[in-house]
């Protein structure tokens, strides 16, 4: 009788694992599926950890960008360098939200050292660089919407190899 109480508990067990693996597959149907705000979680599944440039140039517009990307974390330098106005050198501070890195940049221009956020949205290898109204808040230049900001082909950096 010992025999068929263990023979019958395993076969219920093995009946369940397989009702569960019906379960699990009906979980996983795209019609089942539930939306999941992943605003405050890792885009990466692993960290990564790299150093890229990026290059424009227009005309006698340029400006150069390297990264230096370290999980989530963006740090790097972007310097411009536009047609008869001053230049504008400083560092990136940031991290990537699925495909847009946002950022503080901390420049120094006409001897006067600013910060602004920079939104930078990665297509294809590039970054195109969203400019819309900013506001001043607390010393700093924030976007007032950064859902209308426009991704044109006005500031596109390339990548190019890292001297």
């Known amino acids: 009788m010992n025999k068929h109480l263990l023979l019958f508990a395993g076969l219920a067990a093995m009946m369940a694992s397989c009702t569960s693996n019906q379960a699990d597959k009906k979980l996983t149907d795209s019609s089942a599926m539930i939306a999941v705000d992943t605003t405050f979680t890792a885009t990466n599944d692993k960290p990564e950890h790299s150093i890229n440039c990026y290059q424009y140039i227009k005309n ?30 400083g560092t990136l501070s940031g991290e990537m939200k699925g495909d847009t890195l946002i950022a503080e940049y901390t420049f120094d221009s006409e001897g006067l050292r600013s910060v602004r956020e920079v939104v930078l949205l990665k297509k294809d290898g590039k970054f195109y660089e969203g400019y819309g109204p900013v506001k001043e808040d607390k010393g700093k230049y924030r976007f007032e919407n950064r859902a209308q900001l426009k991704f044109d082909n006005n500031v596109v950096f390339s990548p190019k190899p890292c001297n």
Do not use: V
């Open 60 to 89: 006698k517009d340029t400006a150069s960008m390297q990264l230096r990307t370290n999980g989530e974390e963006i740090t790097g330098f972007l310097d411009y360098h536009i047609w008869e106005k001053d230049a504008n050198k």
